[in-house]
C-alpha cells in the first residue's frame, strides 16, 4: 500500500504528511484508515475535502504508481535526502499555498474557473489582512471561520 503524493505518506508514521493506519491485530487486510496530517485550522474542510478527492480520482484515473512508504520523521532528513526521496515540502505561508494552488492545473480545472478564482483572491485578501497580525491575533479572528 502507498499514497499518490511523493515521499510524503507513512505506514503508521505519526510524522508523514498522510498516514496509514491499518486495522488492529487480525483485521490488517480488511481495516485501514488515512490521517491527512497537513491542515490547520484556517483550513476550509469542505474544499480541502473536495481537493482530496480531486487529487485521488486524478491519480485513478491516470494510472499513477504509488511511490514507497517514508519510514522516518521527513524533518528529520537533510534537504539532500529529501530530494532524494522525492519529497518536497509544503508551502510554509498562506501566500506560498495560494500560488502553489493557482499553479496546480488538475485542481483549478477540477474546482473550476470561477471557484479557484475566488478562492485565490479570498486567501490572497487574508494574507494581506494578517501580514502584520501575530499567530494569537490570527488564530482569534479564525477560530470559528468554518
Known sequence: MGCAV????GHENREA???LVTGSGGEEDRA???EVKV??????PYLCMAGLLFAGMAGIREGVALPGLVDVDPASLTDEERSRRGIDRLPSSLAAATDAFEADTMLTEAFGTELSATIVDVRRAE???FADASDEEIAAALRWAF
Open 17 to 19: 504528511a498522510l498516514r
Open 127 to 129: 494574507a494581506a489582512r
Open 6 to 9: 511523493p515521499g510524503v505518506c
Open 39 to 44: 491542515l490547520d485550522l484556517s483550513a476550509n
Open 32 to 34: 485501514s484508515n488515512l
